[in-house]
């Protein structure tokens, strides 16, 4: 049995998953900064609780 490591389907799977974690911190950071910079948005309209949700 080979190690996982040296299994190319593994490192194939292992290095997508990294790629796509990475997009999402990316994407995470990026949108609101984004948002913020362009449409100059507050923090409300950025935040977990964008304002048309706050009565």
């Keep these: 049995m080979t190690s996982l490591v040296r299994d190319r389907r ?7 998953q990294g790629v796509s974690q990475l997009g999402d ?3 995470e950071l ?7 910079t362009t449409l100059q948005a507050g923090p409300t309209a950025v935040g977990p609780w964008p304002s048309r949700w706050v009565s």
């Design 30 to 36: 990026a949108l609101p900064l984004i948002t913020v």
């Design 10 to 16: 593994f490192s194939t799977y292992w290095f997508g």
């Design 25 to 27: 911190r990316v994407s």
